[in-house]
Nanobody, 124 residues
Framework: QVQLVESGGGLVQAGDSLRLSCVASGRTGSINRMAWFRQAPGKEREFVASILRLIGSSLVEDAVRDRFTISRNIAKNTIYLQMNNLTPEDAAVYFC?????????????????WGQGTQVTVSS
């Protein structure tokens, strides 16, 4: 089993930055890849960014690629999402996901591990 805990969300103004963190615990050695998703009220959960745990290659959704960066610290079993120049459209609950299955990119399902989420609110 893998447990994920997100942190770093909060209320910010448009144009501000936030860095989200997701700490994994449990069988972390079995994790192949991790990702960030977000879900705004009334909308479906959407992919934001993913990273391969060992080699560090990453994928960021086109819509946020110029503002968001995903990174990881293997020793700390942590991934980060640096979000710059936030807009009200970025407001959502941000979820961390981890998968022990091979694969890349956006392919996460309910069978993978998910955190409880951290709220990001952006005022205009």
């Amino acid at each position: 089993q893998v447990q994920l805990v997100e942190s770093g969300g909060g209320l910010v103004q448009a144009g501000d930055s936030l860095r989200l963190s997701c700490v994994a615990s449990g069988r972390t050695g079995s994790i192949n890849r991790m990702a960030w998703f977000r879900q705004a009220p009334g909308k479906e959960r959407e992919f934001v960014a993913s990273i391969l745990r060992l080699i560090g290659s990453s994928l960021v959704e086109d819509a946020v690629r110029d503002r968001f960066t995903i990174s990881r610290n293997i020793a700390k079993n942590t991934i980060y999402l640096q979000m710059n120049n936030l807009t009200p459209e970025d407001a959502a609950v941000y979820f961390c996901a981890a998968s022990t299955r091979p694969g890349t990119g956006r392919g996460y399902t309910n069978d993978d591990y998910w955190g409880q989420g951290t709220q990001v609110t952006v005022s205009s």
